[in-house]
């Protein structure tokens, strides 16, 4: 079996490294998109689906909300996928979880939360 | 498969801008229930800086993303001190994509936006003061450097600092080291802080 893959979309470059470094450290495959556009088009182009998404809100051309909306609404595997925004208030988790997000996380978030949510959700990294 | 972004299928009819195309006139038709009409109105509205508070009020009410976009580069071509208020009134709203929207109108006025971006930077609430640290992304303006190292120097939100961290990263230069590594002693324990400065420090020397 392959390893687990997660797609971490943020408009950040250095937010995508720093997922990616922890990620992979703990034995995932991860992917990048910059935009909830670019995720969409790499949801729907993949053979093989992706395990889980890390979702910013907060991107040019479209926002993390639309990414999650329109992605459930496609003819594809559906998967688990975590919103990790700057933004703490109410209403900004009300709208992840009405999107579709399985867990909302308030940025920065430590290496060891990371793994720990990802592995709730789709479990251990690495070969199986 | 490539992910288009919604248009109007119909073709413009003329009849959209038949009406009388005076102040009044567009803004009766800026509440029109066609959105075509609707987004002729916001359109012509450009020569009408009067125009800004008819417009600031169908942004809160807009469904049409077209007509949204429309009545947001209207503001911008206004680019007086009420169309950035109306922007920055967009920075506070629930609607990510609204906010997104006007950061990315915001990024091309340069001149009305460092006349306000302190105030931004400053503002209560730290995720207005993140989206003042992305207006500054693309904007041209000599200043940025600057005002970015206030905000490491300054701001408490370690989001606030670490999204200006990202900036420096890409446009700061050799001025930025010191407040970088303070910061990194300032929030000593956060590991995304350690991280992001270290990128910024090697992205700037390896420019430099």
Redesign the interface.
């Known amino acids: 079996m392959s390893k687990k893959r997660v797609l971490v979309i943020d408009d950040?470059?250095?937010?995508r490294?720093?997922h990616r470094?922890v990620l992979e450290a703990a034995g995932y495959e991860v992917s990048e998109a910059i935009n909830g556009?670019e995720a969409?088009?790499k949801a729907?182009?993949v053979q093989e689906p992706f395990d889980l998404y890390i979702v910013d809100?907060?991107?040019?051309k479209?926002?993390?909300?639309?990414f999650l909306r329109?992605l459930r609404q496609q003819p594809i595997p559906q998967v688990p996928a975590i919103v990790v925004s700057?933004?703490s208030?109410t209403?900004?988790k009300a709208?992840a979880y009405e999107a579709g997000a399985n867990f909302y996380l308030v940025?920065?978030?430590?290496?060891d939360d990371l793994v720990a949510y990802v592995c709730l959700l789709i479990g251990q990294g690495g070969h199986q | 498969?490539?992910?288009v972004k919604q248009r109007q299928a119909s073709p413009i009819s003329q009849d959209e801008r038949r009406h009388i195309r005076d102040l009044t006139g567009l803004i009766e038709q800026l509440s029109d229930p066609n959105p075509i009409a609707r987004r002729w109105a916001a359109r012509d509205m450009a020569n009408y800086p009067d125009s800004v508070s008819a417009l600031a009020g169908q942004l809160d009410r807009e469904t049409n993303g077209t007509v949204r976009e429309a009545i947001l580069t209207t503001l911008m071509l206004i680019g007086n001190t009420d169309a950035v208020s109306a922007l920055v009134r967009c920075l506070r709203s629930?609607d990510?994509?609204l906010?997104?929207d006007a950061?990315?109108v915001m990024k091309n006025m340069p001149d009305a936006v460092s006349m306000i971006i302190r105030d931004l930077l400053r503002d209560p609430d730290?995720?207005v003061r993140?989206?003042a640290v992305?207006i500054l992304e693309s904007l041209r303006h000599p200043d940025v450097q600057k005002w970015l190292i206030e905000v490491i120097s300054n701001d408490k939100d370690?989001?606030v600092c670490?999204?200006a961290?990202?900036l420096l990263?890409e446009v700061g230069t050799e001025d930025a080291l010191s407040a970088l590594e303070a910061l990194k002693g300032r929030f000593s324990e956060?590991?995304?802080?350690a991280?992001?400065v270290d990128?910024?420090l090697k992205r700037i020397k390896d420019n430099g």
């Open positions: 950040s470059a250095t937010v490294m720093y470094s556009i969409l088009e729907l182009a809100i907060n991107m040019p479209m926002d993390g909300y639309s329109q700057t933004e208030k209403h900004d709208q940025k920065p978030i430590r290496p | 498969m490539a992910i629930e990510a994509a906010r997104n950061i990315e730290p995720d993140i989206f992305n370690i989001n670490s999204t961290v990202d990263a956060e590991p995304y802080i991280f992001s990128v910024a």
